[in-house]
């Protein structure tokens, strides 16, 4: 099963120890098989939308910043439980904060 | 159970590390395994009560090492064994000893594969079995074995490399293709086989074979999902929606097959990477390059000469260079996959393109009969009703409708029913009777019972015989020879064979055999145009007596053409006799020896020799 796991701004800033822990993290899922794809999200978003047919495309939304996606990492795991216990792992690393899983299918 | 659940997935992330580390401590992957389940134990006593620690699995850890270094102590004590301090070492060198130990060459497969999966992926024993679709005390046999003769015999070598990639790949394909059971993917060994893979290939980097066979795992499990169709069904490579691969994937196995690249020749998975990867980077199936894919399996046929690819590269060439070498190719290996359902699949893929979709039926009903898997089974069914309409009554029902005939005790039933069973597996349970030749039932006749003795291969036969007689398929004794066996001559005794009342083609030819103490080939083989009703005898040397005389009349019945004894009913279409044996004026086919045996044995329980010699 896939999971995307997703997680927001906002906790501390990183610094060079969060970077390296972080680094040593994702080497390790990517030598256990675990990790397909994994990638850092800019702030700025843009809009696309279709309304009665017409579509629209704006700049925004501009969310508070903690609550933007921040960064994404497409696992491959045996189950939920896994996946939960991983993003528990990210959690010890990064600190305080807030994320999402969810399945992709 | 929410713990349980989280101690489950901690626990197969962390299986190998932890079984890896107490192995090199204990020296025993067996002991070591047993300490790790203590620990496992322990945590599902605790964990509930006191929650779940902060980080599971570095308690897992701990515990398991606190228990091995507890047994090492007590062993001192009895022994006076010394303790080495726990040294830190990098787990990922446990890990790959353990690897190689659970796939070591000294076990068999089967029992590497279970060991394999219990102790590197940290599956159940009931997990194994499940996958496998066999009974958990077989795989709980399994393991305990391999680890008794690991204990009992620790192996010298370290073990192989090549090893470690069969059992990977072994389990890649139980899963990709799964063998029997109603699903044809079983997803969840495919992802222990590949992360399996990706795991070996951070270990060792410097090995082609080791990226070779990621790259090919990967390649072939971006099509998962495209190759079962909304039912189940299996989707040829060619007719896969190529939108549906998984491009992550595809991506990954070109990744791999990338890194695989090394001095020296390519290896077998490295080619069959390759070939796999021509597939994946075909923007149709009509852009596949086959040239390129058959010469990557003229050079996998050299390292890895199995029927499999030979059978691959029969496909692949037939694409290249036309059907007819791709038949020709096929045929050549027609002995060593004789009950492999992929090789009539292919004879009639190639039958079809050629137009030739009579065979092709057939070869796709064989097919059917010969797969254990009910998804695969229907779809080669549908492909047969495609390549031909049927015609005629199937081979199923008229075995069905033989075994059910009243004269028959129920010893004769199963006994023809074993024999008659093998037929319909080798001929396909839905090919039109008519369609089957002789020559087939020979053919399937002496590969299957080619080493069986005499008696058995003669009580075969003659369920076949007296099969092929009542089914009015020609004489089967030219191609399959009765074989000598010792036994007692029975004494023909017998009276007036026929009720008054039979048939007077039967009771003509009994007639005719005992006045003319002819050989029963030659009277069968009479045609009316050479009778010489008037001196009694016939072209060939055949004489008669008043008998005879006084009954031919009534056989002929006006005709003045060919043969003398016909068949009941009118030949199948599958099924022209030679014009000689057939009769212009009714259209029937002459009446076959068997056919005979079969008339006189249902009458009388003689056969035809007996008869002959018998006196009235």
Same mark, same amino acid.
């Given at each position: 099963?896939?999971?995307?796991?997703?997680? %927001?701004?906002?906790?501390?800033?990183?610094?060079?120890?969060?970077?390296?822990?972080?680094? %040593?993290?994702?080497?390790?899922?990517?030598?256990?098989?675990?990790?397909?794809?994994?990638?850092?999200?800019?702030?700025?978003?843009?809009?696309?939308?279709?309304?009665?047919?017409?579509?629209?495309?704006?700049?925004?939304?501009?969310?508070?910043? %903690?609550?933007?996606?921040?960064?994404?990492?497409?696992?491959?795991?045996?189950?939920?439980?896994?996946?939960?216990?991983?993003?528990?792992?990210?959690?010890?690393?990064?600190?305080?904060?807030?994320?999402?899983?969810?399945?992709?299918? | 159970?929410?713990?349980?659940?989280?101690?489950?997935?901690?626990?197969?992330?962390?299986?190998?590390?932890?079984?890896?580390?107490?192995?090199?401590?204990?020296?025993?992957?067996?002991?070591?395994?047993?300490?790790?389940?203590?620990?496992?134990? +322990?945590?599902?006593?605790?964990?509930?009560?006191?929650?779940?620690?902060?980080?599971?699995?570095?308690?897992?850890?701990?515990?398991?090492?606190?228990?091995?270094?507890?047994?090492?102590?007590?062993?001192?004590?009895?022994?006076?064994?010394?303790?080495?301090?726990?040294?830190?070492?990098?787990?990922?060198? *446990?890990? !790959?000893?353990?690897?190689?130990?659970?796939?070591?060459?000294?076990?068999?497969?089967?029992?590497?594969?279970?060991?394999?999966?219990?102790?590197?992926?940290?599956?159940?024993?009931?997990?194994?079995?499940?996958?496998?679709?066999? *009974?958990?005390?077989?795989?709980?046999?399994?393991?305990?074995?391999?680890?008794?003769?690991l204990a009992e015999h620790p192996p010298r070598t370290p073990g192989q490399l090549s090893s470690v990639c069969e059992v990977i790949y072994l389990v890649f394909n139980e899963g990709y293709s799964a063998t029997s059971g109603?699903?044809?993917?079983?997803?969840?060994?495919?992802?222990?086989?590949?992360?399996?893979?990706?795991?070996?290939?951070? !270990?060792?980097?410097?090995?082609?074979?080791?990226?070779?066979?990621?790259? @090919?795992?990967?390649?072939?499990?971006?099509?998962?999902?495209?190759?079962?169709?909304?039912?189940?069904?299996?989707?040829?490579?060619?007719?896969?929606?190529?939108?549906?691969?998984?491009?992550?994937?595809?991506?990954?196995?070109?990744?791999?097959?990338?890194?695989?690249?090394?001095?020296?020749?390519?290896?077998?998975?490295?080619?069959?990477?390759?070939?796999?990867?021509?597939?994946?980077?075909?923007?149709?199936?009509? *852009?596949?390059?086959?040239?390129?894919?058959?010469?990557?399996?003229?050079?996998?046929?050299?390292?890895?000469?199995?029927?499999?690819?030979? !059978?691959?590269?029969?496909?692949?060439?037939?694409?290249?260079?036309?059907?007819?070498?791709?038949l020709e190719l096929l045929d050549a290996i027609a002995a060593d996959l004789r009950d492999y359902h992929l090789l009539p699949s292919a004879r009639g893929d190639l039958l079809l393109r050629l137009g030739r979709g009579v065979e092709a039926r057939r070869e796709f009903e064989r097919a059917a009969a010969l797969t254990d898997n009910a998804a695969e089974r229907a779809?080669?069914?549908?492909?047969?009703?495609?390549?031909?309409?049927?015609?005629?009554?199937?081979?199923?029902?008229?075995?069905?409708?033989?075994?059910?005939?009243? *004269?028959?005790?129920?010893?004769?039933?199963?006994?023809?029913?074993? +024999? @008659?069973?093998?037929?319909?597996?080798?001929?396909?349970?839905?090919?039109?009777?008519?369609?089957?030749?002789?020559?087939?039932?020979?053919?399937?006749?002496?590969?299957?019972?080619?080493?069986?003795?005499?008696?058995?291969?003669?009580?075969?036969?003659?369920?076949?015989?007296?099969?092929?007689?009542?089914?009015?398929?020609?004489?089967?004794?030219?191609?399959?020879?009765?074989?000598?066996?010792?036994?007692?001559?029975?004494?023909?005794?017998?009276?007036?064979?026929?009720?008054?009342?039979?048939?007077?083609?039967?009771?003509?030819?009994?007639?005719?055999?005992?006045?003319?103490?002819?050989?029963?080939?030659?009277?069968?083989? @009479?045609?009316?145009?050479?009778?010489?009703?008037?001196?009694?005898?016939?072209?060939?040397?055949?004489?008669?007596?008043?008998?005879?005389?006084? @009954?031919?009349?009534?056989?002929?019945?006006?005709?003045?053409?060919?043969?003398?004894?016909?068949?009941?009913?009118?030949?199948?279409?599958?099924?022209?006799?030679?014009?000689?044996?057939?009769?212009?004026?009714?259209?029937?086919?002459?009446?076959?020896?068997?056919?005979?045996?079969?008339?006189?044995?249902?009458?009388?329980?003689? +056969?035809?020799?007996?008869?002959?010699?018998?006196?009235?």
């Amino acid at each position: 099963m896939r999971y995307l796991m997703m997680s %927001k701004a906002g906790g501390q800033a990183p610094d060079e120890r969060l970077f390296a822990e972080m680094g %040593k993290f994702v080497e390790e899922l990517t030598a256990a098989g675990v990790l397909l794809a994994t990638g850092g999200l800019a702030p700025a978003s843009i809009r696309v939308a279709s309304v009665d047919g017409e579509i629209t495309v704006t700049d925004g939304p501009f969310a508070e910043a %903690k609550e933007a996606v921040a960064g994404f990492a497409l696992v491959e795991v045996r189950s939920e439980a896994e996946v939960i216990e991983l993003a528990k792992r990210f959690r010890r690393i990064v600190g305080d904060g807030e994320g999402y899983i969810q399945q992709v299918f | 159970m929410e713990v349980n659940r989280t101690l489950d997935a901690v626990w197969k992330l962390e299986a190998a590390r932890v079984v890896g580390a107490l192995t090199r401590m204990v020296g025993d992957v067996g002991l070591a395994e047993e300490l790790a389940q203590d620990a496992l134990v +322990t945590a599902l006593r605790q964990w509930p009560r006191d929650g779940v620690p902060d980080n599971p699995a570095a308690w897992l850890t701990a515990v398991a090492k606190r228990r091995a270094v507890d047994h090492l102590r007590r062993a001192r004590r009895e022994r006076a064994v010394a303790v080495e301090p726990e040294q830190e070492r990098p787990a990922e060198d *446990d890990v !790959l000893r353990l690897v190689f130990l659970a796939c070591h060459p000294v076990l068999p497969t089967v029992e590497r594969v279970a060991l394999t999966l219990k102790l590197v992926c940290g599956l159940t024993t009931e997990e194994i079995a499940r996958a496998f679709l066999v *009974d958990t005390a077989t795989v709980a046999e399994r393991v305990a074995r391999a680890k008794r003769t690991l204990a009992e015999h620790p192996p010298r070598t370290p073990g192989q490399l090549s090893s470690v990639c069969e059992v990977i790949y072994l389990v890649f394909n139980e899963g990709y293709s799964a063998t029997s059971g109603d699903d044809l993917l079983r997803p969840g060994l495919c992802l222990e086989a590949l992360r399996l893979g990706r795991v070996l290939a951070e !270990l060792v980097p410097a090995d082609p074979e080791v990226h070779g066979l990621v790259a @090919l795992m990967e390649l072939q499990a971006s099509r998962a999902a495209a190759r079962t169709g909304p039912d189940g069904e299996p989707v040829r490579l060619h007719e896969q929606n190529r939108g549906r691969w998984d491009p992550l994937l595809i991506r990954r196995g070109f990744t791999a097959l990338l890194r695989a690249r090394g001095a020296g020749p390519p290896g077998p998975y490295v080619l069959q990477a390759a070939i796999a990867a021509c597939h994946a980077g075909a923007r149709s199936a009509e *852009d596949t390059d086959w040239a390129q894919i058959a010469a990557l399996y003229d050079a996998l046929v050299h390292l890895l000469p199995t029927p499999i690819v030979h !059978l691959n590269r029969a496909v692949a060439i037939g694409m290249a260079r036309g059907p007819e070498a791709g038949l020709e190719l096929l045929d050549a290996i027609a002995a060593d996959l004789r009950d492999y359902h992929l090789l009539p699949s292919a004879r009639g893929d190639l039958l079809l393109r050629l137009g030739r979709g009579v065979e092709a039926r057939r070869e796709f009903e064989r097919a059917a009969a010969l797969t254990d898997n009910a998804a695969e089974r229907a779809f080669l069914r549908r492909r047969a009703d495609e390549a031909a309409t049927p015609v005629g009554r199937t081979v199923a029902e008229v075995v069905a409708e033989f075994l059910a005939r009243e *004269d028959f005790d129920r010893s004769t039933i199963r006994s023809y029913g074993q +024999t @008659l069973g093998r037929l319909r597996r080798a001929v396909g349970d839905r090919t039109p009777l008519d369609s089957v030749t002789t020559e087939d039932i020979g053919e399937m006749f002496t590969a299957v019972w080619e080493s069986a003795s005499a008696k058995t291969w003669n009580r075969h036969r003659s369920a076949i015989r007296s099969f092929c007689a009542w089914a009015e398929i020609p004489d089967l004794s030219t191609s399959v020879d009765r074989r000598a066996e010792t036994r007692r001559a029975a004494a023909p005794i017998v009276g007036q064979p026929w009720e008054e009342g039979a048939p007077i083609r039967e009771r003509l030819l009994w007639t005719l055999l005992r006045e003319s103490r002819s050989p029963v080939r030659a009277v069968l083989d @009479l045609d009316v145009e050479h009778l010489d009703l008037a001196h009694r005898r016939a072209l060939g040397g055949v004489r008669w007596r008043e008998e005879t005389a006084r @009954l031919l009349p009534e056989l002929l019945g006006g005709r003045d053409r060919g043969p003398l004894f016909l068949a009941d009913r009118r030949p199948g279409p599958g099924r022209v006799p030679r014009p000689e044996d057939l009769c212009p004026v009714t259209g029937r086919g002459r009446l076959s020896y068997e056919r005979a045996e079969y008339l006189f044995k249902r009458a009388t329980g003689l +056969t035809l020799g007996q008869l002959r010699n018998a006196r009235k």
